[in-house]
Nanobody, 124 residues
Framework: QVQLVESGGGLVQPGGSLRLSCAAS?????????MGWYRQAPGKQRELAAA???????NYADSVKGRFTISADNAKNTVYLQMNSLKPEDTAVYYC?????????????????WGQGTQVTVSS
């Protein structure tokens, strides 16, 4: 079993910054291929904000390009999302996601886990 622990959400004024962190842990982890941040605003579907592969490739939603930066510390299985120039429309619950390979009783398997979510509110 893989656990994802998120931190860093909160209330910030428009134009402000926040940094989210997500640490993956679990003795069954063989490797993590991709970690990312998704977000879900009230009444909307969950969408990708940003993701980073173990090789360092990044992917951003058009709406956050130039404002958000995703980075990872592979040795710590941790991903960070630096969010600058925040807008009210960035308000959402942000969920960490990790995809990779783990050992289960049946053998090597692919995993895809979610964190519990952290609220980001951008408001004056």
């Amino acid at each position: 079993q893989v656990q994802l622990v998120e931190s860093g959400g909160g209330l910030v004024q428009p134009g402000g910054s926040l940094r989210l962190s997500c640490a993956a842990s679990g003795s069954t982890i063989v490797r993590i291929n991709t970690m990312g941040w998704y977000r879900q605003a009230p009444g909307k579907q969950r969408e990708l904000a940003a993701a980073v592969s173990s090789g360092g490739s990044t992917n951003y939603a058009d709406s956050v390009k130039g404002r958000f930066t995703i980075s990872a510390d592979n040795a710590k299985n941790t991903v960070y999302l630096q969010m600058n120039s925040l807008k009210p429309e960035d308000t959402a619950v942000y969920y960490c996601n990790a995809e990779g390979r783990e050992i289960r009783w049946s053998g090597l398997a692919t995993f895809n886990y979610w964190g519990q979510g952290t609220q980001v509110t951008v408001s004056s």
